[in-house]
């Protein structure tokens, strides 16, 4: 069975907005559980635009396992020293840029292979499992297990936004690919970014992937019905067998 980590991200961008105490991204995260979450994935940027410190420190101690605690951070000194301190069972590195609207395309780990090393090394040291968020290259799967990452999760913004059949089709072959590759190499393999109720259920047929974090998507729906109702109906999105482009 495919994991779901909810990001719960958004809920805390509609309390910035007015830098308010609600809505509470924790509260989120519970009636998240509630509806069948396996992890909760949060994403502590450097302008702290969403997600705020107080928030990781009440999460971390509300998540327990089975349920995991994900921490999306960039590989900077500073998060890594906060990461270390409220030790989630797993950080995930993503690029960050302050100017940009949400996450835009994975890590450069052949780029940046010092820094990430760096961060990756810290946080191991500190018994957090350590995964990279990249594109669906093999160079950057190759580089992130010599790295010693414990996972990737590959990012699906390309495939999410397909215009044509055929471009869907191409983009889910990359994907697929690029699993198998990953899987080949000895890592666990995680999906993200762009995903929704509809375009998830080719995705969870790639053999090899282990866990999906979904948040703009689930948070949208639950606006409209409730976050417990929006998580509960993304497992089953999940779960149903629904016929691929290709059938």
Do not use: W
């Not at 509470?24 to 992890?39: C, E, F, N, Q």
């Amino acid at each position: 069975m495919i994991r779901l980590g909810v990001n719960i991200d958004h809920v805390a961008t509609v309390r910035q907005a007015r830098r308010a105490k609600e809505p509470d991204p924790v509260a989120a995260a519970v009636l998240a559980i509630l509806g069948g979450a396996d992890g909760i994935t949060i994403h502590l940027r450097e302008d702290r635009r969403h997600i705020q410190d107080r928030d990781l420190h009440v999460l971390r101690q509300t998540v327990a396992p089975p349920v995991i605690l994900n921490l999306e951070m960039a590989a900077v000194d500073a998060i890594v020293d906060i990461a270390c301190s409220a030790r989630p069972e797993q950080i995930t590195l993503v690029p960050e840029r302050r100017e940009e609207l949400t996450t835009e395309g994975g890590l450069d780990v052949v780029a940046h292979r010092s820094a990430v090393a760096k961060a990756a090394d810290r946080l191991r040291a500190a018994n957090i499992s350590v995964a990279l968020f990249i594109d669906p290259d093999e160079r950057q799967i190759d580089a992130s297990r010599e790295l010693g990452a414990t996972a990737i999760e590959i990012q699906t913004a390309t495939y999410s936004e397909s215009k044509t059949p055929d471009e869907f089709r191409r983009n889910l072959a990359v994907l697929e690919r690029a699993t198998a590759h990953a899987v080949r190499s000895g890592l666990h393999v995680h999906m993200g970014h762009g995903l929704n109720y509809i375009n998830v259920r080719p995705i969870v047929r790639i053999a090899g992937v282990e866990e999906l974090n979904i948040g703009h998507s689930i948070v949208s729906r639950a606006v409209l019905v409730g976050m417990e109702r929006a998580v509960r109906e993304m497992k089953q999105a999940m779960t149903q067998h629904f016929p691929t482009a290709r059938e």
